[in-house]
C-alpha cells in the first residue's frame, strides 16, 4: 500500500479539516472520538477511539475500584486533583 499524505490547514476557531481520502480509509465517520497528543512541537498525533471498547475498558476499572474507595474519598481525590 502507498502511503497516503494529505494537507489540511487549522481554522481561526483551531479546527481542523481531516482529508477525505484518510477518512475513507481509517472508516472516520461524524462524531467519530480521537484523542490528541503532541509529541513535540512539530508532530501531533490523533488516535481514532472505539466508544464501545471505551466503555468496556470504564467499566472494568469501575468494577476494579468499586469498595475500595468510598464516595467521600473519590471527591476527595478529584478535588485535589483539581
Do not use: A, C, Y
Not at 502507498?2 to 477525505?20: A, D, F, L, N
Amino acid at each position: 500500500m502507498q502511503p497516503i499524505v494529505e494537507t489540511t490547514k487549522m481554522s481561526t476557531k483551531g479546527q481542523i479539516i481531516i482529508p477525505k481520502e484518510v477518512r475513507d480509509f481509517t472508516q472516520s465517520k461524524e462524531n467519530t472520538l480521537f484523542t490528541v497528543t503532541p509529541v513535540n512541537t512539530d508532530t501531533i498525533i490523533l488516535k481514532k477511539l472505539n466508544r464501545q471498547e471505551m466503555v468496556k475498558e470504564f467499566q472494568k476499572i469501575r468494577q476494579e475500584v468499586k469498595g475500595k474507595l468510598s464516595e467521600d474519598e473519590i471527591n476527595d481525590l478529584i478535588h485535589k486533583v483539581r
